[in-house]
């Protein structure tokens, strides 16, 4: 049995499959302008902090504790971590905390969650900005696993990009980081949601099955 990551990350007891490229979007971001910056991404933050340090004078909203782990390994001021690892519900989480305030919302090219909409209609003026894009690598013919693989799906990129390059067998199982990413699975493959987010506790699920 095979446990594989969809990713660079490095995690004991995992194998390491990147199925995806990252590329950063430099904006022109006043952040000034905004009582507190989210973050449901690592890739975002890793995004600014390559073009702007001023992002790190404004309070951070991060979607899990993996998120806010890279606010404070970049020296950000993290003001709050989110426990549900699902944009709807990281709204609902703080929408108290954040009522009246003026917020960026730094995400990817590909928008999986109401978080603005949300927070828009609850008396935070919520904006967003694109600050980087996930790009399916190409492998040209589909490739096959070994049978009774574990896939570890961390986001909705992470199944659309393994899907295009690799055969599902009937014999594999999943694991998914959340809610939002099992939704995007076709309805022949039911992943085991970890209970934790993170990639460690995803392991940790799948050397169970």
Avoid: H
Avoid at 73 to 94: H, R, S, V, W, Y
Avoid at 185 to 201: F, G, Q
């Amino acid at each position: 049995m095979s446990i594989y990551i969809l990713s660079n990350k490095k995690i004991d007891g995992a194998l390491n499959l990147p199925v995806m490229e990252i590329n950063f979007i430099k904006q022109d971001i006043d952040f000034d302008k905004y009582d507190a910056l989210i973050v449901a991404s690592k890739y975002a933050l890793t995004a600014i902090d390559s073009f702007s340090n001023t992002w790190k004078n404004k309070p951070i909203y991060a979607i899990a504790p993996q998120t806010a782990d890279v606010v404070k390994t970049l020296g950000g001021n993290l003001e709050f971590t989110g426990t549900k690892n699902n944009g709807n519900d990281f709204a609902l989480e703080i929408l108290e905390k954040l009522k009246n305030k003026k917020v960026l919302y730094l995400r990817g090219e590909k928008k999986v969650s109401s978080l603005v909409e949300i927070l828009n209609k609850n008396e935070i003026k919520c904006d967003e900005v694109i600050v980087y894009k996930s790009v399916c690598k190409d492998f040209k013919e589909k490739q096959n696993l070994p049978k009774n693989s574990i896939i570890i799906f961390s986001s909705p990129t992470t199944v659309e990009c393994f899907l295009k390059n690799y055969n599902w067998n009937e014999s594999f199982r999943a694991v998914a980081f959340g809610k939002t990413t099992a939704s995007y699975l076709p309805k022949n493959i039911i992943a085991k949601i970890s209970k934790e987010s993170s990639l460690k506790a995803c392991v940790q699920m799948a050397t169970l099955l």
